[in-house]
């Protein structure tokens, strides 16, 4: 392999590695507070990507207000979820919650199948997201650059949001113990609903990008994608938000590396985020920024 080759898919993999990271973020703000896997969370990239499509060829609205439409209707059904599935088992056992999150992803799953059918729709991607440019021998398309760029910026300012604001040390303060927070005169259902509602906004932001990149949308189209994206987060660390997007980027280069080196292997690519993972579980279990289980790893 070149080495124009070998820099057109790091290219390429920091681009995959950026959607990744931005649904991975949500997996881990959400496990930071409640110790919960939101196993419907990778559905919610589904629900955001959907709602771009309906927006944009069916209503016909611009580009950019859909985007924003989808983004912020996907973070008030974060909201909405947490309110109606979540919140009522806040004392249950965590296996209650786990199997609440794999019960929503099958509703939203099944419920986008009845009323827009099973059939992958065209994603109608704007014609300047397409353009290519050539810089030195290495393709880029406008997509390409977006996704990485939003992602920091995202990152950035959820970061801000974290240490920088009320809110924030809120969030912070309820990784440690929701109960103590509440004495305090937090009012602790609040701080959760704005988790879940950034990290659906992140998702949906995520399934958006996707389908631009790969151009068609369907309901069962978050579930490989949240499983890698969960992965990504594991190996990052699960409940630091730095190591969720270095675990989105360390799977993204993974797949699309070993793809570059090994072609024959390409029917496999998506296998390789798992084995990262089962050899992260064995030699790091709490991942690569990961910290003890009993603190806050924001």
């Known amino acids: 392999m070149d080495i124009l080759t070998f820099m057109q898919q790091m290219v390429n993999g920091f681009s995959l590695g950026s959607m990744y990271a931005l649904i991975a973020i949500g997996y881990t703000m959400v496990y930071g507070v409640l110790r919960l896997i939101n196993f419907a969370h990778g559905d919610i990239m589904m629900v955001g990507a959907f709602l771009g499509y309906l927006f944009m060829a ?3 609205l611009p580009f950019a207000f859909s985007i924003l439409l989808a983004v912020g209707i996907s973070a008030a059904l974060g909201m909405l979820m947490d309110k109606i599935a979540y919140k009522p088992l806040r004392e249950a056992p965590k296996i209650s919650l786990l199997i609440t999150a794999i019960g929503i992803s099958f509703f939203l799953e099944n419920a986008f199948t009845v009323f827009a059918g099973g059939v992958p729709r065209a994603f109608p991607v704007p014609v300047y997201m397409e353009n290519i440019f050539n810089v030195a021998g290495i393709t880029f398309s406008v997509s390409s650059i977006a996704v990485p760029v939003v992602t920091i910026i995202l990152l950035s300012g959820i970061l801000y949001v974290l240490y920088k ?4 040390m809120a969030i912070r303060a309820l990784s440690f113990d929701i109960k103590t927070v509440n004495l305090m005169g937090v009012d602790a259902n609040m701080i959760i609903a704005i988790v879940f509602a950034l990290g659906s906004a992140l998702a ?5 990008f996707w389908a631009i990149n790969y151009p068609s ?10 499983l890698k994206a969960f992965a990504a987060a594991v190996v990052g660390g699960i ?3 730095t190591g969720a997007v270095l675990g989105g980027f ?3 280069f993974t797949e ?3 793809i570059a080196f090994f072609p024959e292997l390409g029917g496999y690519k998506d296998a390789f985020a798992f084995i990262f993972l089962i050899l992260v579980l064995l030699f790091k279990p709490t991942g690569i920024m990961g910290e003890d289980l009993e603190k806050s790893r924001f």
């Open 58 to 60: 069916v209503f016909e």
């Open 165 to 168: 604001t009320k809110y924030g």
């Open 204 to 208: 949906a932001v995520g399934g958006l």
């Open 217 to 226: 949308v369907e309901p069962m189209m978050g579930v490989l994608v949240g």
């Open 239 to 241: 409940g630091s938000v």
């Open 250 to 252: 360390i799977i993204g």
């Open 256 to 258: 699309v590396v070993v």
